[in-house]
């Protein structure tokens, strides 16, 4: 690893992701029916306000027949006058995914899948947290919280669950094992809806710290991607008692400021081409999202095909992987189908669109009350893994710049921004070797 010293232009360029916070990419009624302990109250050990209830997914089936109700009556516009996606989603790729939808996809398989790991709520900070915990039948597993991103849930990371914490069915060895936490964010998903303001990254990230205390873990560690990786970023500067490491796969906040990063080696020069190509053509939702939320949330609630072209039209390689799933029937690696339905389902029978998208409005308030000011340096060991189809692929440089504390970086070869999602072994083996050096 090349030390790099905290010199006035790093220090600026910190300033300078602050203010930009994190880049990411990422009602119906709703039923959840929380199962009772066989005493009726909370786990001993705790109070009733800090109790952590188990929790099962019981979507109406009448939420169900108007879900496709509302697709069958979709206004559709007439097809796009380019033959990329410049002017956005395309209209054979949302017809397709609508076909697909309605007439073939099965949401109970998803709930099945769900109900199947051990879900749970608690209430931290006012906000009831919704989370997945999978302990490893593997004695020194090592605790993982996981935190995914917009327009992520936990559906995202599902598929990483075995390799993480059974490894030794996956290729790995028992001393790779890890008990796994899998929080669904603030407004996304089966958690609740903040109800005031001040949700921002470094809120979460504390209620994070709150969330494995609670859990009983003294030693963990963190992972994230897109707003996953704003967290984790956040949980690593504020360096909580019992954090030993984290790892990301995204730096947050610096496509925005991405000029200002060196561009003198090929890879360098390439991450800044993609950088700027997503500020000038693929910043549109997050500009809305920063600024309107409010906006936006309506026709995401209101609309499931809103909703579906909205979450789609993200960055480029992961809009065509996803197009190519519903219009030629080739996924790219478990970005399926049902695996992309599963997660804007999961958007709509929770209406959580306007809650999720009000994330980027909080990160644009905060960043704007630090604008000019250097954030505390990550006190723990750093771990980054670059995936080649991510926004931009960030060169070991640009990460060392951000993170002068790195203690494990790979660039693999395959994957792109949804990496858990699409490479779930892959990025289960990235973790397991980020986090290797952490397990004495």
Same mark, same amino acid.
């Given at each position: 690893?090349?030390?790099?010293?905290?010199?006035?232009?790093?220090?600026?360029?910190?300033?300078?992701s602050a203010?930009?916070?994190?880049?990411? =990419?990422?009602?119906?009624?709703?039923?959840?029916? !929380?199962?009772?302990? *066989?005493?009726?109250?909370?786990?001993?050990?705790?109070? &009733?306000?800090?109790?952590i209830?188990?929790?099962?997914?019981?979507?109406?089936?009448?939420?169900?027949?108007? =879900?496709?109700?509302?697709?069958?009556?979709?206004?559709w516009?007439?097809?796009?006058?380019?033959?990329?996606?410049?002017?956005?989603?395309?209209?054979?790729? =949302?017809?397709a995914?609508?076909?697909?939808?309605?007439?073939?996809?099965? +949401?109970?398989k998803?709930?099945?899948?769900?109900?199947?790991?051990?879900? #749970?709520?608690?209430v931290?900070d006012g906000? &009831?947290?919704?989370?997945?915990?999978? *302990?490893?039948?593997h004695?020194?597993?090592l605790?993982? $919280?996981?935190?995914?991103? +917009?327009?992520?849930?936990v559906?995202?990371?599902?598929?990483?669950?075995?390799?993480?914490?059974?490894?030794t069915?996956?290729?790995?060895?028992?001393?790779?094992?890890?008990?796994?936490?899998?929080?669904?964010?603030p407004g996304?998903?089966?958690?609740?809806?903040?109800?005031?303001?001040?949700?921002?990254?470094?809120?979460?990230?504390?209620?994070?710290?709150? =969330?494995?205390?609670?859990?009983?873990?003294?030693?963990?560690?963190?992972?994230?991607g897109?707003?996953?990786?704003?967290?984790?970023?956040?949980?690593?500067r504020? /360096?909580?008692?019992?954090?030993?490491?984290?790892?990301?796969?995204?730096l947050?906040?610096?496509?925005?400021?991405?000029d &200002?990063?060196?561009?003198?080696? &090929?890879?360098?020069?390439?991450?800044?081409?993609? /950088?700027a190509?997503f500020?000038?053509s693929?910043?549109?939702?997050?500009l809305?999202?920063?600024?309107?939320?409010?906006? $936006?949330?309506?026709?995401?609630?209101?609309?499931?095909?809103?909703?579906?072209?909205?979450?789609?039209d993200?960055?480029?390689?992961?809009?065509?992987?996803?197009?190519?799933?519903?219009?030629?029937?080739?996924?790219?690696?478990?970005?399926?189908?049902?695996?992309?339905?599963d997660?804007?389902?999961?958007?709509?029978?929770?209406?959580?669109?306007?809650?999720?998208?009000?994330?980027?409005?909080?990160?644009?308030?905060?960043? /704007?009350r630090?604008?000019?000011?250097?954030?505390?340096?990550?006190?723990?060991p750093?771990?980054?893994t670059?995936?080649?189809?991510?926004?931009?692929?960030?060169?070991?440089?640009?990460?060392?710049?951000?993170?002068?504390?790195? /203690?494990?970086?790979?660039e693999?070869e !395959?994957?792109?921004? #949804?990496a858990?999602?699409?490479?779930?072994?892959?990025?289960?083996?990235?973790?397991?070797?980020?986090?290797?050096s952490? !397990?004495?």
């Amino acid at each position: 690893m090349t030390a790099i010293s905290a010199s006035p232009t790093r220090r600026s360029l910190l300033a300078g992701s602050a203010a930009t916070g994190a880049v990411s =990419l990422l009602p119906m009624h709703f039923v959840a029916a !929380r199962a009772q302990s *066989k005493q009726g109250g909370p786990p001993s050990g705790t109070t &009733k306000a800090d109790a952590i209830l188990p929790f099962r997914v019981n979507v109406r089936g009448e939420d169900l027949a108007d =879900l496709r109700r509302r697709l069958a009556a979709t206004r559709w516009p007439t097809k796009e006058l380019v033959e990329d996606r410049s002017q956005g989603v395309q209209l054979a790729t =949302l017809r397709a995914l609508a076909r697909y939808w309605s007439t073939e996809y099965d +949401w109970r398989k998803c709930e099945a899948r769900l109900n199947a790991l051990p879900q #749970f709520t608690t209430v931290i900070d006012g906000v &009831k947290i919704h989370f997945i915990h999978v *302990k490893s039948r593997h004695e020194n597993a090592l605790p993982l $919280i996981m935190t995914h991103g +917009w327009p992520g849930s936990v559906i995202e990371l599902l598929d990483t669950v075995g390799p993480l914490t059974d490894p030794t069915k996956y290729g790995g060895t028992p001393d790779d094992a890890f008990h796994l936490v899998l929080p669904s964010l603030p407004g996304y998903g089966f958690s609740g809806e903040p109800t005031e303001l001040g949700w921002d990254t470094a809120r979460i990230a504390r209620a994070w710290a709150v =969330l494995m205390d609670r859990l009983g873990y003294t030693r963990y560690v963190a992972q994230g991607g897109d707003v996953g990786a704003a967290v984790t970023d956040a949980m690593g500067r504020q /360096a909580p008692n019992g954090l030993l490491g984290i790892h990301v796969n995204l730096l947050a906040g610096v496509a925005a400021m991405s000029d &200002k990063l060196p561009a003198e080696s &090929k890879k360098e020069r390439a991450a800044q081409k993609a /950088a700027a190509t997503f500020r000038a053509s693929g910043f549109g939702y997050f500009l809305e999202q920063s600024t309107r939320p409010q906006t $936006i949330g309506y026709s995401l609630l209101d609309s499931p095909l809103g909703l579906a072209s909205w979450m789609l039209d993200h960055d480029t390689d992961s809009y065509y992987k996803i197009s190519r799933a519903f219009v030629e029937g080739k996924p790219a690696g478990n970005l399926t189908r049902d695996s992309i339905l599963d997660n804007i389902t999961l958007y709509w029978l929770t209406g959580t669109g306007a809650s999720a998208a009000r994330w980027y409005w909080e990160a644009g308030q905060a960043a /704007a009350r630090a604008a000019g000011k250097s954030p505390p340096a990550v006190a723990v060991p750093v771990g980054f893994t670059t995936f080649p189809g991510e926004i931009f692929a960030a060169p070991r440089s640009w990460v060392e710049i951000m993170y002068p504390g790195l /203690a494990y970086f790979s660039e693999v070869e !395959r994957g792109g921004h #949804f990496a858990a999602w699409e490479e779930p072994k892959l990025f289960s083996d990235e973790v397991r070797a980020a986090f290797r050096s952490l !397990r004495k």
